[in-house]
């Protein structure tokens, strides 16, 4: 098993930023790579990006590519997103997930365990 807390999310004007973290417990961390998804109200999870295992390699969604950035620091079982240049479109609930099937840190459905989410607002 696997336990995902995020935090950090929050209420920020359009062209700010906020760093989000997830914490993670349940097994060794640096052994499966984590994602970011986020929902926004009446739309499908989105896929944000996703990180490998050791933190070498990232991928990310067309829409976040350039202003979001996902790290990790194994040594503290916590992942990062940090966001930049916010626009009211990033409006959602952000969740951190880890896939603990394979080591693919690309592919969304790939993930199988899954925060509560935090809530990013972004006024115009």
């Known amino acids: 098993q696997v336990q995902l807390v995020e935090s950090g999310g929050g209420l920020v004007r359009a062209g700010g930023s906020l760093r989000l973290s997830c914490v993670v417990s349940g097994r060794t961390f640096s052994t499966y790579p984590m994602g970011w998804f986020r929902q926004a109200p009446g739309k499908d999870r989105e896929f944000v990006g996703g990180i490998s295992k050791n933190g070498g390699f990232t991928s990310y969604a067309d829409s976040v590519k350039g202003r979001f950035t996902i790290s990790r620091d194994n040594a503290k079982n916590t992942v990062y997103l940090q966001t930049n240049s916010l626009r009211p479109e990033d409006t959602a609930v952000y969740f951190c997930?880890?896939?603990?099937?394979?080591?693919?840190?690309?592919?969304?459905?790939?993930?199988?365990?899954w925060g509560q989410g935090t809530q990013v607002t972004v006024s115009s």
């Open positions: 997930a880890a896939n603990t099937y394979d080591t693919t840190w690309s592919v969304s459905t790939r993930y199988n365990y």
